[in-house]
């Protein structure tokens, strides 16, 4: 569907930053750049990135940045595609955990148990409450049928 309302972009882009974080995930990976692409229904287009001093790993992290991004256009046109893609990717290595605030232990402790569930019983079983009832709403377009670059 093909829209300007700020809150079925909002929805629709919750769900892409729900699918390549738990691919980034899936892949061991966190991101410290975010990148998001509209196509308008009059064929233009915009498309802005932002690096970030932190890592970018839960999915909530994801749709804050790319919602930040999103909201920076400065035409507001009817969106004919929405894409989101992460970069300056780093591998996930174990961390030091601090003593007294473990908030970020915590957040990556539930997105990785969420993961685990929805990989064991199927995907988007559990999902933000943005994204109800969007079955089917975003098709996968995967260039080259890969997420990730191996080298």
Known sequence: EQTDDPKKLARLLMKLCDKI???????NFQAYGIHVSCVYTDMTYWHMGKTMHTPLYST????KK?????????N????R????SCYHLQETKPEQLDLFDDSQSNKKKLTDAVDRINNKYGAFVITPALMMGMQDQIVDRIAFGSSFLIQ
């Open 21 to 27: 974080g738990s691919r980034l995930r899936r892949n």
């Open 60 to 63: 909530i992290d994801l749709f």
């Open 66 to 74: 790319a919602l930040w991004v999103l909201n920076q256009q400065t």
């Open 76 to 79: 507001r046109k009817k969106v």
């Open 81 to 84: 595609n929405l894409a989101v």
